[in-house]
Nanobody, 122 residues
Framework: QVQLVESGGGLVQAGGSLRLSCAAS????????MGWFRQAPGKEREFVAR????????YYADSVKGRFTISRDNAKNTVTLQMSSLRPEDTAVYYC???????????????WGRGTQVTVSS
């Protein structure tokens, strides 16, 4: 069974940091683009960051650029989102996602985790 499991969410004060991890199981994702998305209460899910299969391409939403860093460890089948200078507006459920197509650059994320809650207090 293919699974993505997020961890590392929690409650943090504004200005603080959190490190989210996504562990993949059931297959390797070393040849697949991976990404992070988030959904705040009452809002649609939005893109946060993505990383190409090789790790050579990193892309961020403007709202998190310079504060968040996405990385991957293909040997461990994991993807990480390092978040710093957190703001109350970063509060959301954060989801890890994968594009099941190897070497694809179309960013059609079709495998999703269940999410982890991040709450930033002011």
């Amino acid at each position: 069974q293919v699974q993505l499991v997020e961890s590392g969410g929690g409650l943090v004060q504004a200005g603080g940091s959190l490190r989210l991890s996504c562990a993949a199981s059931g297959r390797t994702f070393s040849r697949n683009a991976m990404g992070w998305f988030r959904q705040a209460p009452g809002k649609e899910r939005e893109f946060v960051a993505r990383i190409t299969w090789s790790g050579g391409g990193l892309y961020y939403a403007d709202s998190v650029k310079g504060r968040f860093t996405i990385s991957r460890d293909n040997a461990k089948n994991t993807v990480t989102l390092q978040m710093s200078s957190l703001r109350p507006e970063d509060t959301a459920v954060y989801y890890c996602a994968a594009d099941s197509r190897a070497y694809s650059s179309k960013n059609q994320f079709d495998i999703w985790g269940r999410g982890t809650q991040v709450t930033v207090s002011s």
